[in-house]
C-alpha cells in the first residue's frame, strides 16, 4: 500500500472518484485484495468513466469500516513480559529440509479423498480448456494453485519445473495422457 495516496485521499484533497491503486491505499490493502473485496462485495461495484473504472470516496468509507473491523488485533503483552524480551531473541527457524509433521499429512489425505470424490469443478475445466486454447501441453504460471494441484491429483496434470521464491514460484505445468483425453473431450465454449 501507497502511504502517500492514504495520507493524501484522508487528508485533504477530496477527489470524488479514484482509480483501483489510490481506492485501494484508501480502503488500507494491496491493489489484488482490493480486486478480491469488490468480487466478495465487501467493496461496492465501481462506476465507469470514460471507459475506466472508478470508486467513490464516500462509498469507501464504509468499505474502509468493514475491513478495518476484520483485521484480527493481537492481544496485548503483558509489561513484565515486554521489559524481558528483547528484539534479537527469537526462536531459532525450522530446517529447510525438515519433513511436514502428521497434521499435513492428515490434511493432505483429506484434500486428496475429497478431490477423488467430487466432480471436476469450474476452475478446474477453465484451467483445462487453458491447454486446448493455447494448443499446448505445458503452461508455465507463478503461484501454486489449488485447482492445479487437484488436477494432479486426478492424475490429468504433473509438475515438471519449480523455480524460486516459494512464496510465489513460477511452477510449469504438463499434461498427462489422461489429460489429453479429457481435453479432447470437452465442448468448445460458445462463442459470444
Not at 158 to 166: G, I, L, N, T
Request: charged share 25%; aromatic share 6%.
Amino acid at each position: 500500500m501507497n502511504e502517500n495516496i492514504a495520507s493524501e485521499l484522508e487528508h485533504g484533497l477530496d477527489t470524488r472518484l479514484v482509480d483501483r491503486r489510490r481506492a485501494a491505499a484508501y480502503v488500507g490493502v494491496t491493489a489484488g485484495r482490493f480486486e478480491q473485496l469488490v468480487r466478495d462485495n465487501v467493496v461496492p461495484p465501481p462506476v465507469m468513466v470514460d471507459n475506466k473504472r472508478r470508486w467513490s470516496i464516500a462509498l469507501l468509507n464504509v468499505a474502509k469500516a468493514a475491513v478495518g473491523n476484520s483485521i484480527p488485533c493481537l492481544p496485548p503483552v503483558p509489561a513484565d513480559v515486554a521489559a524481558r524480551m528483547r528484539p534479537c531473541e527469537r526462536d531459532p527457524a525450522p530446517a529447510s529440509h525438515e519433513l511436514p509433521d502428521q497434521a499435513w499429512f492428515d490434511q493432505r489425505a483429506r484434500f486428496v479423498e475429497r478431490v477423488r470424490r467430487s466432480l471436476l469443478s469450474g476452475n478446474e475445466i477453465s484451467l483445462l480448456r487453458e491447454f486446448k486454447v493455447l494448443k499446448q501441453n505445458q503452461i508455465s504460471m507463478f503461484g501454486y494453485y489449488g485447482s492445479f494441484e487437484a488436477l494432479m491429483v486426478r492424475g490429468y496434470i504433473v509438475e515438471v519445473a519449480r523455480k524460486p521464491p516459494s512464496s510465489r514460484p513460477m511452477v510449469t505445468y504438463r499434461l498427462t495422457a489422461q489429460g489429453e483425453q479429457v481435453i479432447a473431450a470437452l465442448k468448445d465454449e460458445p462463442v459470444i
